[in-house]
């Protein structure tokens, strides 16, 4: 009789246990399920707050600002990648041709280059030296050149396609002989195939032979190497002729070029147009080429018995002046050659 109360006892203790466990279980949720639901209710919540803030005033809205999306790693990897937007942005912008980019390319590169600074030394910088008078040359060019009115000259350059920037640019030229080379070299120029200048000679040419300082962007294959090598052919030949040349001096001209490869490319062009001036009587000028991979001796041996153009690159040249081989206490012209762009 006591057992059965006891064990009566016992099963419903049980009985109410297992009625109380089922009240309070909670249906298992995958990890990846829970963390759909919660970014579900967060988007729910923004959306909410969106067009509550929208509804209210700016101090209402600016209290009740939605939490950004860094702060929720669910919605931030539902936003685009960076190659989506990239794409997006390249699709959104107009298309610019190749001659559209080259123009602005052209544009940023002269609006660069207009620091009056970009021209000066470290030494002219130092000590403040500015020059407001162009080098003295003998050059002039015809009469009727000198006084060609502003907007003929402008008018000029608009059909060669040709821009400036700068104060009392000398006007074109549209033919070499009125640019008052000697004969020798317009005969070379001839047999070269080159009748006519180019857009960078046209205005390059006149500058240069007139004593100024210029930076001249072109085509590559647009002749800018004649631009320099005939009015350095020029200086040389008008200070042998004032004065000759004696053992030991020189140059009156140099050409620093970037590369080896160009250096004789450029030297090569100095040479064709002294030897035809040799051969007519004109008084004889030594180029020097100065570059590293030869022999310093032989070109030792033209410094000593004057040169008067140096084509050279930065490292021999370095070395030239450093162990005082040569000097450039006479130079009057320096040259400094670069391909700024290829096309």
Request: with cysteine; net charge positive.
């Amino acid at each position: 009789m006591d057992t059965k109360p006891s064990a009566n006892t016992t099963n419903n203790g049980t009985n109410n246990s297992n009625e109380d466990e089922d009240d309070n279980y909670v249906e298992y949720i995958p990890v990846s399920k829970r963390r759909a639901m919660e970014a579900q209710k967060l988007l729910l919540h923004r959306r909410g707050a969106a067009s509550a803030s929208r509804s209210s005033s700016a101090a209402a809205g600016a209290a009740n600002d939605p939490p950004s999306d860094s702060d929720h790693p669910r919605l931030a990897e539902s936003k685009p990648s960076l190659l989506v937007k990239a794409s997006q942005l390249k699709q959104a912008q107009p298309e610019i041709s190749p001659t559209e980019q080259l123009v602005q390319q052209e544009k940023e590169m002269i609006e660069h280059l207009s620091d009056r600074k970009t021209l000066m030394s470290v030494r002219e910088l130092a000590k403040g030296i500015t020059y407001t008078e162009p080098l003295a040359t003998g050059w002039k060019p015809p009469s009727a050149i000198r006084h060609l009115p502003p907007q003929a000259a402008d008018t000029i350059r608009k059909q060669w396609h040709i821009l400036v920037e700068g104060e009392e640019v000398p006007p074109p030229i549209k033919n070499f002989k009125d640019m008052r080379f000697p004969e020798p070299i317009l005969k070379m120029l001839k047999a070269k195939g080159i009748v006519q200048p180019t857009p960078i000679q046209v205005q390059g040419l006149p500058v240069i032979l007139s004593g100024r300082d210029m930076i001249g962007i072109a085509f590559t294959g647009s002749g800018k190497t004649l631009v320099f090598v005939l009015p350095l052919i020029m200086v040389a030949l008008q200070e042998e002729v004032m004065m000759p040349i004696v053992p030991g001096e020189g140059p009156f001209g140099l050409v620093v070029c970037p590369s080896r490869e160009l250096a004789r490319q450029t030297y090569e062009v100095v040479e064709q147009f002294l030897v035809p001036l040799k051969e007519n009587g004109y008084p004889e000028l030594r180029p020097l080429l100065c570059i590293g991979g030869v022999d310093m001796r032989s070109q030792l041996d033209v410094v000593k018995k004057g040169v008067h153009i140096v084509v050279a690159t930065p490292g021999r040249l370095k070395d030239m002046l450093a162990k005082k081989k040569m000097s450039l206490d006479n130079c009057r012209r320096t040259g400094e050659l670069a391909e700024l762009r290829q096309r």
